[in-house]
């Protein structure tokens, strides 16, 4: 609700630039209701607050406040997360195409396909902030260098290596904890079975 009233505040004020940040925060929070909607694929709560907290958080207050500005740990920390969640999303996704086309995948494969889910996206991100900052001559802060590249990229990956190794164990052994919560209502509420196989033989 608050990022639409931002999205409204801005229109009004005609403030194009700020409009079209949060027009992305609004459009990327309203994703799992639309994976609903139009794939029947339910979203975790847990994952959909984290949306929704994550877009406040680096389009709202790091983009438009300046907290990229003011602290330099703020962008490391949102792609740790963004490493986190979008590792999560991997998941469930790949746990579903599986499930639906009745094949099987082990423990060791499915880590590393949300891995590498994780990655593109983190590629692509750097790769629309690079031609925003071209086409919009905006000079974002959060593209400064090459070398922030790099580390946007190199947070993110630790963050999905984490989230993998979570998402590993649970897949080996079932040990729940939050990763395993969340992976778990993701199975339930898209009724989804038990697929992957825990060992890599076979």
Not at 145 to 164: E, K, Q, R, W
Request: net charge neutral.
């Amino acid at each position: 609700m608050l990022l639409i009233v931002i999205v409204g505040y801005h229109a009004i004020t005609m403030d194009w630039a700020n409009l079209f940040v949060s027009l992305q925060a609004v459009f990327v929070s309203f994703l799992p209701n639309l994976l609903f909607v139009y794939f029947r694929i339910y979203t975790p709560m847990l994952l959909r607050i984290g949306i929704v907290l994550f877009m406040f958080l680096t389009l709202i207050l790091g983009e438009m406040k300046g907290f990229y500005d003011t602290y330099v740990w703020w962008d490391m920390l949102l792609h740790g997360i963004a490493g986190i969640g979008f590792t999560l999303i991997g998941f469930i996704l790949l746990v579903i195409f599986f499930r639906q086309s009745g094949r099987t995948i082990t423990a060791i494969l499915t880590s590393f396909l949300a891995f590498s889910f994780t990655m593109v996206f983190a590629v692509l991100w750097e790769i629309y902030e690079f031609l925003i900052d071209i086409f919009f001559s905006t000079d974002s802060p959060m593209q400064p260098s090459n070398t922030d590249t790099m580390s946007d990229l190199i947070i993110t990956l630790v963050g999905a290596a984490f989230f993998c190794l979570g998402g590993y164990r649970y897949l080996m052994w079932k040990e729940k904890g939050i990763i395993g919560s969340v992976i778990d209502e993701g199975k339930t509420r898209n009724k989804i079975e038990h697929e992957i196989r825990p060992s890599s033989r076979n």
